[in-house]
């Protein structure tokens, strides 16, 4: 499975309009509501709007109105459909990811949602809240939810000298939640030690990209990355790490949007990583970043004589 997320052109309105219409989320009396919707070139040009692709095929769509009933500073989430057949894939969640994301790039504070009933379980499940409802009105026989999602302040920027110390934090907090596990507690307390300090140097003097996400102001994510020494005109992203405290807020997918758009920038063709084989919650979320399996695989030895099975991952950049 390779998920790919982009920007919708006006090709796509038709494949759109088709997903919307029959979506089986709307079956029953719900159907009257989205029957005659279209999504065509000139909405798409008017309004932000991104996909997925699932393996190259559509799997789901979002759309943003600007500021839609919300104040200047705000937006509107007017579309987010899952293709039926996509449905218990994590979708749903990468989109709304992938919305904050956007969101903050577009300098928006709050996201209304006047949310189709049945989905709203997901939408308080992401973290919007409930704020009234939407009475019955024409062919909408039903009330409706209405919720508002408030947005943190994302900013992705490039590490500076005096940055060592939060980085560190970032990295063994990390470190000590995703690898800490795999290790005897002794070995993984010094491991997660010898990470609050090692970034000092690093950032004094840093040798490739060091990024830095802050959410609302407090360092959460931090990528690092190089000239692939194996591929030339590819980079390697060696360290990819995001504070537990900032999981499921939007940072990490911030900061690798961030990261890939400078290396791309840079003239980078392709970058390369690698991870854990044992950690899925990483995997995953290569994987809904653009990153695909490359089917190598090697070993890690972190320094206790028992080398942990690594796999690795490619994204193109162009």
């Not at 894939?89 to 928006?108: K, N, V, W």
């Not at 508002?148 to 110390?165: F, H, M, S």
């Not at 939640?177 to 840093?206: C, M, N, Q």
Request: with cysteine.
């Amino acid at each position: 499975m390779t998920l790919t997320l982009r920007a919708a052109v006006a090709a796509d309105g038709p494949a759109l309009t088709q997903l919307v219409r029959t979506s089986a989320a709307y079956d029953g009396e719900y159907r009257a509501m989205i029957s005659e919707q279209t999504i065509d070139a000139a909405y798409l040009e008017k309004n932000p709007a991104r996909v997925v692709e699932n393996d190259g095929r559509l799997a789901g769509f979002y759309t943003l109105l600007i500021p839609g009933r919300g104040e200047p500073g705000e937006g509107e989430l007017d579309y987010l459909f899952v293709a039926d057949d996509q449905q218990g894939a994590g979708i749903g969640r990468l989109l709304m990811t992938d919305l904050r994301r956007e969101a903050a790039r577009l300098g928006l504070r709050r996201i209304h949602i006047v949310s189709h009933p049945p989905s709203e379980g997901f939408y308080l499940a992401v973290g919007a809240r409930q704020v009234g409802t939407r009475l019955p009105k024409g062919r909408v026989t039903w009330s409706q939810p209405v919720l508002v999602l408030d947005l943190p302040k994302i900013e992705v920027r490039r590490a500076t000298p005096g940055d060592g110390a939060a980085i560190g934090s970032v990295h063994a907090a990390s470190w000590e939640a995703a690898y800490a596990p795999f290790f005897d507690e002794k070995f993984a307390a010094g491991e997660i030690a010898s990470r609050l300090t090692r970034w000092h140097e690093r950032v004094a003097d840093p040798k490739g990209l060091i990024l830095l996400a802050e959410l609302d102001g407090r360092p959460m994510a931090f990528s690092w990355s190089v000239p692939s020494p194996e591929r030339a005109g590819q980079a390697e992203i060696y360290s990819f790490y995001a504070h537990p405290d900032g999981w499921g807020t939007g940072v990490a997918a911030a900061l690798m949007a961030g990261t890939l758009d400078q290396l791309r920038a840079d003239g980078f063709t392709a970058v390369h990583l690698w991870t854990l084989r044992d950690t899925p919650q990483s995997r995953r979320f290569y994987a809904k970043s653009g990153f695909r399996e490359t089917g190598a695989t090697t070993e890690r030895d972190f320094g206790d004589g028992a080398p942990l099975p690594q796999v690795e991952y490619e994204c193109p950049m162009a």
